[in-house]
């Protein structure tokens, strides 16, 4: 069941998405932190301490989701013409530093030496067992939003959830061993949970550092972006597509497309409106198209046909595009882009040219990178 389903129009659910989840997880992580603060101190056990400061970081934590959807909400303005979006990896970044600094606290208070007391009763383990069946809840609660809306802060309260329901099963399960075997488990259950905080903080903080300094486009988005350019009539190829995401409601992109360069400007023109109206209608993105003339016949096919022999030999996964032929004072130059990875871009170079210095020695192959994700 979608618990999101009735709500309205995108930008308006995801504000009351992100409110919901925001007091929700608030309320919800402060009552199960002061819970596990009176349990822990009831029963001795560090490792149920340990827990109720991961649920105070937590309470935190949808305090910062609240903060994060507020800004992030607000529309474009003269200095940021591409909105606020941002601003909820921003705080997601800060949530995952928290996190980090917690886990270590809490560890370091599993595995430094204290006072040995043990009062643990079955009752309790019932209680311990109910506060991670709330957990769990909670862990779905925010799942469920971040399928609605697409929220980094929410994938990241979303995987802090589940690795507190891991880490409180770790607990519970070492404090009933302790209680049936009185083998004293609690200071490893500790930091057993400690690690499962840190590892979560590390995952946040990459996620959205990676999105931060700019991932390649989703793969389904750039193939869907690609099929709509090429089903247009008079495109004959496309590369360089290349994806900017502020946000889940801001998205631009820019794609080089080949058109036959005997046609005229004003037919180029009509068909490139086409296609950016359609992107716009169909895949809500901006995309602005960058026209690359090429001359068809057999000259060219020819060409195309010795490239690709010689990238096959040199390396199947090379790819190239803007093959064309520059007439020059010394005859037609050959011209085309290679795309290799970066390090190993002048290498590769020499060798594709090797291959086909024979038949076009005038050759001028110039290097580009891969901006889209592949598959």
Avoid at 49 to 69: H, I, K, M, P, R
Avoid at 363 to 373: A, E, W
Wanted: hydrophobic share 45%.
């Amino acid at each position: 069941m979608n618990l999101w389903h009735f709500l309205p129009n995108p930008e308006e659910n995801r504000k009351r998405v992100g409110r919901l989840s925001g007091i929700a997880g608030l309320f919800v992580n402060l009552g199960l932190a002061g819970f596990k603060a009176w349990l822990g101190l009831a029963s001795g056990a560090k490792s149920v301490l340990a827990d109720a400061v991961n649920n105070l970081s937590d309470a935190l934590s949808s305090l910062l989701t609240l903060v994060g959807f507020h800004l992030s909400s607000r529309p474009a303005d003269d200095e940021h013409p591409f909105g606020h979006s941002r601003f909820e990896q921003l705080l997601s970044l800060v949530v995952g530093g928290l996190i980090v600094y917690l886990g270590v606290k809490t560890l370091l208070s599993s595995v430094l030496p204290g006072e040995e007391s043990f009062h643990f009763s079955w009752g309790q383990a019932g209680l311990l067992f109910l506060s991670v069946a709330v957990k769990f809840g909670l862990y779905l609660f925010y799942l469920q939003g971040d399928r609605a809306v697409s929220s980094a802060i929410l994938r990241a309260g979303a995987a802090d959830s589940l690795s507190d329901v891991v880490g409180t099963m770790s607990v519970l399960l070492s404090l009933v061993a302790q209680k049936i075997f009185g083998i004293r488990l609690d200071n490893i259950a500790g930091a057993v949970v400690s690690l499962f905080i840190l590892k979560t903080g590390y995952e946040v903080i990459k996620d959205n550092v990676s999105s931060l300094l700019g991932q390649s486009a989703d793969k389904e988005l750039t193939q869907k972006v690609i099929r709509l350019v090429e089903s247009h009539e008079g495109i004959l190829g496309t590369h360089d597509l290349i994806i900017h995401q502020y946000g889940p409601f801001q998205r631009y992109a820019t794609i080089d497309c080949e058109m036959d360069a005997r046609q005229t400007l004003e037919k180029a023109h009509a068909i490139v409106d086409r296609i950016e109206r359609s992107a716009q209608r169909d895949l809500d993105v901006q995309l602005k198209v960058h026209i690359d003339p090429i001359l068809p016949g057999i000259k060219r096919e020819n060409a195309i046909h010795a490239v690709e022999e010689a990238l096959a030999a040199v390396d199947p996964k090379l790819s190239y595009h803007d093959l064309q032929f520059i007439r020059n004072i010394k005859g037609d130059t050959l011209t085309f882009d290679l795309v290799v990875p970066e390090e190993e871009g002048e290498r590769l170079k020499a060798l594709v040219e090797e291959k086909l210095k024979k038949d076009y020695p005038l050759i001028d192959i110039r290097l580009d990178n891969q901006f889209t994700s592949q598959g």
